[in-house]
């Protein structure tokens, strides 16, 4: 055999034997499950929201990650690993949620995540842990009242890859929706008057409205958003023990807690 075909030979088989050892040490931390994931690492990565008052919102001061979404994080790691501050916090959108946690980047979303059949194609949640619904955020002096005053010139906006965008266009088929890459920037574009409206759930409008008083929230809401946390597909080991930290923190007392710090009054 000639030394070129030898080395060709020599090279397929090494690449043979790394691609089979890299499968193996995938399917290993594939079948390691997320639990064992974050005791290696000492951490869990939690895939929150940045620009969101009340439920996940970064302090460009002082660097912390603070609100409701934080608080039940924070109390998930504290189950896994014995300690509330074994915890990252990761930057995530509505639209980079689901693709971050699918590729590993993050081990759970706590992201005011709605609960819908379509993203549990994708990914498993764990039980209800806070439910809103989807309202509207005009500025005080708006004629707008309800969705039913939207005309069809009235451009209302909203983030990309949520339930929001998704709602409003079946709710009010001819509006004009304008998706923003997330809440923050959407909010801009309200203030500098791009659009009628801002379209998400009433809680987190109530954030909005809460930074800037030229804004109001409208009462009525059009639409139901349970939040769940989302975990990998089949994760169910981690997936129950959310759910595990979910109700302690319910029987104890502490959801209510921190409900209360972030919402402003009890649950009903
Ligand atoms: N809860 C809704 C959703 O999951 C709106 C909030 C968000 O975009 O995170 O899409």
Same mark, same amino acid.
Request: with cysteine.
């Given at each position: ?9 020599l090279s397929l088989v090494a690449a043979f034997v790394v691609s089979a050892l890299m499968g ?5 931390? !594939?079948?390691?499950? /997320?639990?064992?994931? #974050?005791? *290696? ?6 895939? %929150? ?8 919102? *970064? ?5 912390? @990650? ?5 608080? #039940? ?6 189950? @896994? ?9 990761? !930057? %995530?959108?509505?639209? $980079?949620r689901i693709p971050m946690l699918k590729n590993g980047d993050i081990d759970m979303i706590v ?25 509207? =955020?005009?500025?005080? +002096? ?8 939207? $005309?069809? +010139? ?18 009010v088929p001819d509006a004009q929706v304008m998706e923003f890459e997330n809440y923050a920037e &959407?909010?801009? &574009? =309200? ?9 998400? +759930? ?16 409208? !009462?009525? $809401? ?8 989302? @975990? ?6 981690? &997936?129950?023990?959310?759910?595990? /930290? ?9 959801? @209510?807690? #921190? ?6 009054? *009890?649950?009903?």
């Open positions: 055999m000639k030394l070129w075909s030898k080395m060709i030979g193996c040490a995938k399917q290993a931390s !594939e079948a390691e499950g /997320t639990i064992a994931k #974050i005791k *290696k690492q000492g951490k869990i990565i939690a895939g %929150v929201k940045y620009d969101l008052n009340l439920f996940g919102l *970064k302090d460009p001061a002082s660097g912390q @990650v603070q609100g409701l979404d934080i608080d #039940i994080a924070k109390q998930i790691a504290k189950k @896994v690993l014995g300690d509330e501050h074994a915890i990252e916090f990761m !930057e %995530v959108t509505s639209k $980079t992201a005011t995540m709605t609960i819908t059949e379509e993203r549990k194609k994708e990914i498993d949640f764990s039980d209800v842990y806070f439910t809103a619904g989807q309202s509207l =955020l005009v500025p005080v +002096d708006s004629t707008i009242n309800s969705i039913k005053d939207l $005309t069809k +010139d009235a451009k209302v906006l909203t983030a990309k890859g949520s339930t929001s965008a998704k709602n409003v266009r079946e709710a &959407a909010f801009t &574009a =309200l203030k500098a008057g791009q659009g009628a409206a801002l379209t998400t +759930d009433n809680a987190l409008l109530y954030g909005m409205a809460q930074q800037d008083r030229k804004f109001r929230v409208l !009462e009525e $809401t059009f639409t139901k958003e349970p939040y769940g946390i989302g @975990v990998r597909k089949g994760d169910e080991e981690f &997936a129950k023990l959310i759910n595990e /930290t979910l109700k302690e923190l319910q029987d104890n007392g502490q959801y @209510v807690d #921190i409900y209360e710090k972030w919402i402003g009054k *009890k649950p009903n």
